[in-house]
Every structure is written in C-alpha cells, then in structure tokens.
C-alpha cells in the first residue's frame, strides 16, 4: 500500500530521507536546527494524511539506522507501514517545578487531572542517579545554574509524546495561570517592548519518560533562568480556592469552562510580548462576552457588554466607552496595519479589568450555573432588548448577583 500522497518525486523523498536518517542516533532525531525542521515537515506533509503520524517517522529512520538497512523509499515505505500507527504509549511528563508552596502539596487536581508533586530524589529512584545530571548547562533552569528539588508529574497515552502534551498542555496552562492570578492579580505593571509581565516562568524543557526511561526533552523557547516563587499567604489561599472550584472534571456548558479558558488565556498573555499581551487580554474580553452568539461586529457587540459589566463591577459605576473605544481602534490598527500604538497603560487597564471579572464570576458562579445563563443574562442587559417574561424570570437571578 503506497503511503505517498500522490505525484510525490522519488528522487526528493530519496533526498529528505537521507538527510534525516543522517540526523538520526538511533535513539531519536535533534531538532535543534531549523534544516532539519523544515525538511521532517516537508517529509511528514508528504505523506497521506491518513497514515500520518510524525512519530512514526521518527521510529522509521531509527529501526533503519539501528539494523543498518537499506536507505531507500521502499525500504522506508515498507518500514514506516508496519509500526503500527494507532499503537499509543503511556507517557509521563516531568515539568520542573519552580513554585514552593507555603504546605507541602502532593497532588494537585484540575479538570479531573492530576498532577503529582515530586522531589529530585524521588526521580532519580525512579529513573537512575544521574536523572537530569548530564549536560548541566542544558538541563540547569534556575538563576543559581542548578535545577529544581521538585517536579509535577502527569501521565498521558497517545501515538507520540508531541501528541501527548498537546492533551496536556490546556491543563498545564490553567494551573499556570492559577499561579499567575494568585501571585500577580490586581497588580500594575511595568514592561519593555519585549520583556513578559508575569512572574512565572516556564523551564526551558519538559522530560518525557515511557516506563522507567526518560527519553527525550520537549524544549521550550525561554532562554530565561527561573526564579523560585514563593506562594504563601493570601496567595496561597486564592491559588487552594481556584484549585478546589476547578478541580473537578468541568460539564460542557458549565460557567466554570468559561473560568477555565479565560485563566489558561490569561497565563499565556502574561508570558508574551507588550503587543502579544495586549491583544491575548482582548480576546479574553471576547470570550467573557461569548462571542459565539453575537449577532453583529464582535468588536462592538464586545464593547457593548462591557460597558455593562464594568459599569456594575468597577467602584465608581460609570460608562468606561471612551477607554473602550480607544483601545478597540489600537487593536484594529495593530491586527489590520500592523500599526503599534500599545502602551503600558493600555496593557495595565485590561489586565486589572480581566482580574476584576475573574473576581466577579468567581463569586456569581452558583448563580450563573451554566454559559447559557449567563449569555441570556448578557443579552437582556446589555444588549438593550426588553422583554417582560424574559425580566420575569430574570428577576430573581438578577436581584442576587453580587455587584461588589
């Protein structure tokens, strides 16, 4: 069965493979250099999207350099077709953890997931003594030059490890901006253009085992050393308080799926540049107003509904349309002209804004049970639509939700 999307040149698959095959230990293929990105791309792309499976690829030309087999499209074609492409693997991820929590925590639960907290030592029983030990300036993540004494284990069974973090990764943000909205909320500040606001860093890497072998490093692009945070106090407080709301797994229309990807957002924005920032905060002004049942310009019917919520949630009750209206035109200019006209306290408005209705939906959530109560509860106050049984059945909804 041929495994080439048709019209594929022989000579060039020829050519990618044994470029790649040279790149291979064996073991694994770098991908330190963007060469050898581009052309594992082009030879995955190359293949039938039905059997595509990139992992594969990666076992192919290691099944062909550890038996020293002939390094031709067939024997590549013939190879790659018998590893089994819908096989899954169980794998652990192993994410250096770079928080002290003010009591020692053993698992951490979000969405029915668990993370476990793990010390260095328990991994090196695990793994081997010199777990993490080898190439210390890769492997360091901290200021000092050293890594951390603990770690968040989660598991996760999918074809490839690549595949695998994809699952998780949506899990890994949430809890990252838990830690982000417990340290930093309510907070103004200050940035240069290309410098992150938040203050937890990622590592550089993730470790990925399968069984008792950790086999290779997810890298991610931080080439800034960590700091060790502290979570204590009140800080430690909100973060046990989110935690135990969403520790659980999350009903579809849940208001707490709402909660959810508006705190993931916010720990994405918070590791980004100024503009990045700017425009991750406005779309999770988009989201809190759910945009999925606008019937006009997303834009204005956002602006709309805004200058409801924060005239109910903000101290001095007035209509902030100016401030809105300014900073929609800066996103439309950077998104439409690549035009640039962010400043900090643009950045510093959303962000305060977005910690407020976090706030706010985290102490309504009972009330707004689910993201269709709130949309009609958005849709009868804000969007000026009058309507008697609507305000009937609203009545009691509305006389309760905590504008404070």
């Known amino acids: 069965m041929n495994i080439w999307r048709k019209g594929i040149n022989q000579d060039k698959l020829k050519k990618l493979i044994d470029y790649l095959y040279q790149c291979s230990s064996g073991n694994g293929i770098s991908l330190k250099d963007f060469d ?10 190359s293949i039938n999207p039905k059997k595509l499976v990139r992992g594969n690829i990666v076992k192919t030309l290691n099944k062909m350099k550890n038996e020293n087999l002939e390094l031709d499209v067939s024997s590549f074609s013939k190879i790659y077709q018998s590893i089994k492409s819908n096989k899954n693997y169980n794998y652990t991820f192993i994410i250096p953890l770079t928080i002290r929590f003010e009591k020692n925590k053993r698992i951490i639960k979000l969405c029915g997931r668990e993370f476990k907290v793990v010390t260095l030592k328990k991994l090196k029983e695990v793994y081997g003594k010199n777990t993490f030990d080898h190439n210390t300036t890769q492997t360091s993540i901290l200021e000092n030059g050293l890594i951390p004494k603990h770690y968040l284990t989660i598991e996760e069974t999918d074809s490839s490890p690549a595949k695998a973090w994809d699952t998780i990764k949506p899990i890994f943000y949430l809890f990252k901006g838990i830690i982000e909205y417990s340290i930093c909320s309510f907070r103004i500040r200050y940035q240069s253009h290309d410098k992150p606001i938040g203050d937890y860093r990622l590592p550089s890497w993730i470790a990925v085992a399968e069984k008792s072998n950790i086999f290779t490093y997810l890298t991610i692009n931080n080439s800034e050393k960590c700091k060790i945070i502290d979570l204590r106090n009140d800080s430690f407080h909100t973060f046990n308080d989110l935690v135990k709301i969403l520790g659980n797994k999350i009903q579809k229309d849940s208001i707490l799926i ?21 425009l991750t905060f406005w779309q999770i002004l988009e989201a809190f107003c759910l945009p999925e049942n606008f019937r006009g310009s ?56 977005i910690e407020m209705l976090i706030k706010w939906l985290i102490n309504n959530k009972s009330i707004f049970e689910t993201k269709s109560i709130f949309y009609q509860y958005l849709w009868f106050c804000s969007d000026n639509n009058y309507n008697e049984k609507l305000a009937h059945n609203f009545f009691r909804t509305l006389d309760k939700v905590k504008f404070s």
């Open 36 to 45: 050898t990105k581009f052309i594992l791309k082009e030879l995955q792309n």
């Open 258 to 278: 709402l909660l959810k990807q508006i705190l993931a957002l916010y720990a994405e924005a918070l590791e980004s540049t100024r503009d990045i920032t700017f």
């Open 298 to 353: 997303s834009n204005i019917e956002t602006v709309k509904r805004l200058r409801f919520l924060v005239s109910k949630i903000h101290i001095f009750r007035i209509d902030y349309i100016c401030t809105f209206n300014s900073i929609k035109n800066k996103r439309n200019d950077l998104v439409h002209r690549g035009l640039s006209r962010i400043e900090q306290d643009d950045v510093n408005f959303l962000k305060i804004l």
